[in-house]
């Protein structure tokens, strides 16, 4: 027997559509999807979020053993049709974004078009940012249909502060400081590169309806005008942690034609350590809903990890610096064009293979950046140029021709291309070292905290400015990810700037993140009796 089932989409701006099928049989999400009318299934129809919610306007759902009458806002994976219902789909559960690979993100959830701030007029643009410590992004995106427009990046003005968190938060001591840092990192960093963003689309600053930002909590507190030292000191606590509703003016944002009012949504961070930048990447992962263990491995100026097991979310963070964002190296930089971004290097015969972006010349490189020096560690030690400790073998060093190698104040180096072309210093290598030893403990400290060994992990989330181009198998084979098999890892770029632009294209976002922070157990790693021993053991090459 068939029944008459009508569906109501959008009764506001269209006409009700009416679908007809067989009562029972399927959940209503199914039967909609399969008429056309596909809802924003995050969770793989799992009950695990809001994404498949539809508000039943007249008749009965049948969820489990119970019903659910009308008026009722439902799940629809979780409901059975017994009878003819009326029903509307509003804009946050209609799937308009599909999960989607960036050149330098990956987005593993879909997503409503329901923007946190609607087009409105001639405000039809929106800005998307991730305030690194190191470096800032920012994204400007259309606010009808949320494509990305253009994009900018550049390094954090607020780095002569110093190059990490904690120097910040040290250097942050007096009103007048916090004042500079702001003007740093708002002034000097975020408006030029809206302006430049905007000149890139086309698109006036007037027409700015409104921005989200993601970042970690230090650089949060600091873009707020915030004193960060309750962050600097134990018991570390925030002076806020939760999504911040702010205005342009408020952090003295401005752009010729940018109104002072325009809105501006903080994400929600986590802790002290653990920042919205984290919130953002396991909300754009899509972690929280696998179905077996996995885990999220943030690499930026501060490594942050969290593990997933049974739905249950654990957090640590390790003070891994800017090596892999291309800073405190000699010639370290960001992804960028003529940076080298990939290399190889052989000693019988000695060849060093290299691959810029853009195809520069390897001669006229404009350095390296942080996928290139994982390449470097596992070239460099697999052919024998390296030795464990990070050190260049003596033989080795003495057969290399003479214009490759460079030794300075008893500082040996490693010149790419020959004169002129970017080197790596064995300085530079004990700060990669330290920076993939700090993980690396992090990683086996968390899976050992919960009982979990590697190979039990569904998956590895890797994210990190790096770019989505880094070599998986050289980042294990340096002991950055230990005990991993390049067919567990996935790289999913910046995932703080992905999330970002999530909460700005789907408002539901930023409510999935309030609860997600909540349910977050953060372990500190100085607490760890055995952090320390791993370590120093992770600080050699395998
Ligand atoms: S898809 Fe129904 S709860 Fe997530």
């Known amino acids: 027997m068939s029944r008459r089932i009508s569906i109501t989409v959008d009764p506001e701006h269209g006409e009700a559509t009416t679908l007809h099928t067989v009562p029972g049989a399927d959940m209503l999400s199914k039967v909609l999807a399969e008429h056309g009318f596909p809802l924003n299934t995050r969770c793989g129809q799992r009950g695990l979020c809001h994404g498949c919610e539809v508000i039943l306007q007249k008749g009965s759902l049948r969820i489990g053993n119970s019903e659910g009458a009308a008026p009722a806002t439902l799940r629809a994976c979780r409901a059975r049709l017994h009878g003819p219902v009326t029903i509307a789909i509003p804009a946050r559960s209609r799937i308009e974004h599909k999960p989607q690979v960036g050149e330098t993100f990956e987005i593993a959830v879909p997503c409503a078009h329901d923007p946190l701030f609607p087009a409105l007029g001639t405000r039809d643009t929106a800005f998307a940012v991730d305030i690194g410590t190191t470096t800032v992004v920012v994204l400007l995106v259309d606010l009808t249909n949320g494509e990305v427009l253009s994009r900018a990046g550049g390094f954090n003005e607020q780095i002569r502060f110093g190059d990490n968190v904690l120097t910040r938060i040290d250097a942050a001591r007096t009103p007048e400081a916090i004042a500079a840092m702001q003007q740093a990192v708002v002034g000097e960093t975020l408006a030029p590169l809206l302006l430049q963003a905007c000149g890139r689309a086309g698109r006036d600053p007037s027409r700015i309806a409104g921005g989200t930002i993601a970042g ?7 873009l707020a005008g915030e004193d960060p030292t309750s962050l600097g000191i134990a018991p570390f606590t925030a002076g806020f942690l939760a999504g911040k509703s702010i205005t342009a003016e408020d952090i003295h944002l401005t752009a010729e034609g940018l109104d002072p009012e325009t809105p501006i949504q903080l994400l929600p961070s986590i802790a002290a350590y653990i920042g919205a930048d984290i919130t953002a990447g396991v909300y754009a992962t899509g972690m929280v809903f696998d179905e077996k263990p996995s885990l999220l491995v943030d690499i930026g100026t501060n490594g942050e990890i969290v593990l997933q097991n049974g739905g249950a979310l654990t957090a640590c963070a390790t003070a891994a610096g800017p090596a892999f964002e291309g800073c405190g190296l000699r010639c370290g930089t960001r992804a960028r064009e003529g940076a080298v971004s990939d290399l190889s290097i052989t000693l019988d015969p000695f060849e060093v293979h290299v691959q810029t972006i853009g195809d520069i010349p390897p001669a006229r490189a404009t350095g390296i ?69 700090a993980i690396g403990a992090g990683i086996e400290t968390l899976l050992e905290t919960a009982g979990i060994r590697a190979d039990e992990i569904s998956r590895v989330y890797l994210a990190g400015g790096f770019g989505m181009h880094l070599n998986v198998a050289n980042a294990i084979t340096i002991g950055l990810l230990p005990g991993f098999t390049p067919e567990q890892v996935r790289v999913v770029g910046n995932t703080s700037l992905a999330g970002a632009l999530l909460a700005l294209i789907d408002r539901t976002t930023l409510a999935e993140m309030e609860a997600l922070r909540e349910q977050v157990r953060v372990i500190e790693l100085n607490l760890d009796e055995d952090f320390e021993d791993r370590y120093v053991e992770h600080l050699m090459l395998p």
């Open 369 to 437: 950046c942080g996928s290139a020096y994982i390449d470097f560690l596992a070239s460099a030690r697999g052919c024998g140029l390296l030795g464990h400790a990070g050190r260049f073998d003596a033989a080795a060093w003495a057969a290399l021709p003479e214009k490759s190698r460079l030794a300075d104040d008893d500082e040996r180096a490693l010149s790419l291309a020959g004169p002129g072309s970017p080197r790596v210093s064995e300085v530079d290598v004990a700060v990669l070292l330290q920076a993939k030893a």
């Open 216 to 222: 970690n909590t230090t650089m949060l507190h600091l």
